[in-house]
Nanobody, 125 residues
């Protein structure tokens, strides 16, 4: 089992920044992929970004150039740095993990076995 605990959400003005954290514990492996998804009210859960097997990061077009994934190996914590935030970024953000993903499957939330509890991000003036 893998446990994911998120933190770092909040209220920010348009153009501002936030950094989300995802602390990972339990039975992890070198093949662990950590993804970030978000869900706005009345909308489907959508892909934001992923760190594929800890080596390569991929981003949704809507956040490319504004969001960055990083990792602190010693703390087993992944981060999602979000800059130039827009009202459309408002959602509950989730981190998710799985050790059995192939590259073609990283974009679908249905393929991730482990999930954090979610953290609210609100971008508003």
């Amino acid at each position: 089992q893998v446990q994911l605990v998120e933190s770092g959400g909040g209220l920010v003005q348009p153009g501002g920044s936030l950094r989300l954290s995802c602390a990972v514990s339990g039975r992890t492996s070198s093949q662990l992929t950590i993804g970030w998804f978000r869900q706005a009210p009345g909308k489907e859960r959508e892909f934001v970004a992923t760190s594929f097997r800890g080596r390569t990061s991929y981003y949704a077009d809507s956040v490319k150039g504004r969001f960055t994934i990083s990792r602190d190996n010693a703390k087993m914590t992944w981060y999602l740095q979000m800059n130039s935030l827009k009202p459309d970024d408002t959602a509950v953000y989730y981190c998710a993990g799985d050790s059995g993903l192939i590259l073609s499957s990283i974009g679908s939330h249905k393929n991730y076995d482990y999930w954090g509890q979610g953290t609210q991000v609100t971008v508003s003036s």
